[in-house]
């Protein structure tokens, strides 16, 4: 299985910085990669894939970028909805798998 | 619009069965897998298995072969996650999700969630 590897696990952020957020494959996965958003109590939502690919109706200061094992989501401006834990997940192969989360709280 | 459903929550003793479903409506039900992931409380993500409608081909994570057994029913659009016998440490929440294209490889839709508590 290809083990995800998120760092931080947390990170305390105020409204306006910029946060970024890695991943780790632990083995090459191409630009196979998704990253989602979730709020307590609600699914995850996607809002990137194929690493760097903006799903449609997500704001454009989320972006992703990377390929091969090392990649990052990068919020340019944090807003007050942004606040909420996000995942990555291997897109390259079954079984797929997803990091342990990094959690975006207000500082 | 795409929506998948699922049915309302669980609370069983260990040692039940249990069946819950996923409809999906707005897209072709045939056409796109359905995922299932796990969510322990306060913690994270985890990909059970997935299933193609069209054909019902089944592929599961390690972790969850032989525990679960996904299915579906394309006559109604709707699949399934079932336990045989539950454990107190099936106690999650379940999505559905439905992958963004046929590779099946991530999801664009999910579910609402349905929470299964185990307990004697």
């Known amino acids: 299985d290809i083990q995800m590897t998120q760092s931080p696990s947390s990170v305390s952020a105020s409204v306006g910085d910029r946060v970024t957020i890695t991943c780790r494959a632990s083995q090459r996965i191409s630009s196979w990669l998704a990253w989602y958003q979730q709020k307590p109590g609600k699914a995850p939502k996607l809002l990137i894939y194929?690493?760097?690919s903006l799903q449609s109706g997500v704001p454009s200061r989320f972006s992703g970028s990377g390929s091969g094992t090392d990649f990052t989501l990068t919020i340019s401006s944090l807003q007050p909805e942004d606040f909420a834990t996000y995942y990555c997940?291997?897109?390259?192969?079954?079984?797929?798998?997803f990091g342990g989360g990094t959690k975006v709280e207000i500082k | 619009e795409v929506q998948l459903v699922q049915s309302g929550a669980e609370v069983k003793k260990p040692g039940e069965s249990l069946k819950i479903s996923c409809k999906g409506s707005g897209y072709s039900f045939t056409s796109y897998w359905i995922g299932w992931v796990r969510q322990m409380p306060g913690k994270g993500l985890e990909w059970m298995g997935i299933?193609?409608?069209?054909?019902?081909?089944?592929r599961y994570s390690p972790s969850f072969q032989g525990q679960v057994t996904i299915s579906a029913d394309k006559s109604i659009s709707t699949a399934y996650l079932q336990w045989s016998s539950l454990k107190a440490s099936d106690t999650a929440m379940y999505y559905c999700?439905?992958?963004?294209?046929?590779?099946?490889?991530?999801?664009?839709?999910w579910g609402q969630g349905t929470p299964v508590t185990v307990s004697s």
């Open positions: 299933i193609y409608p069209g054909d019902s081909d089944t």
């Open positions: 194929d690493a760097s």
């Open positions: 999700a439905k992958s963004y294209d046929r590779r099946g490889s991530l999801f664009d839709y």
């Open positions: 997940q291997q897109a390259n192969s079954f079984p797929l798998t």
